[in-house]
């Protein structure tokens, strides 16, 4: 796994809203913004890890910003 590559099941509601793939699926950071980005209407409380991975999401690769 490079740096920019996240296994979803480290993120519990990237896991919830990546249902159709496989627990140790890796994707790049980029398509887990996208997969939140598309399905943000799902996404439950996130833990602080993972608000502060979506928010190093959004600063990298949407100037800061998710577009929900």
Do not use: C, K
Not at 14 to 19: D, G, H, K, T
Not at 22 to 28: E, P
Request: without cysteine.
């Amino acid at each position: 796994m490079t740096p920019t590559e996240v296994r979803i099941s480290d993120y519990p509601q990237l896991r919830a809203i990546a249902w159709h793939l496989a627990a140790d699926t890796v994707i790049t950071e980029q398509d887990a913004l996208r997969l939140y980005e598309r399905n943000w209407r799902h996404v439950g409380e996130l833990t602080d890890d993972e608000a502060r991975f979506v928010q190093h999401l959004a600063d990298t690769y949407s100037g800061g910003r998710l577009l929900v």
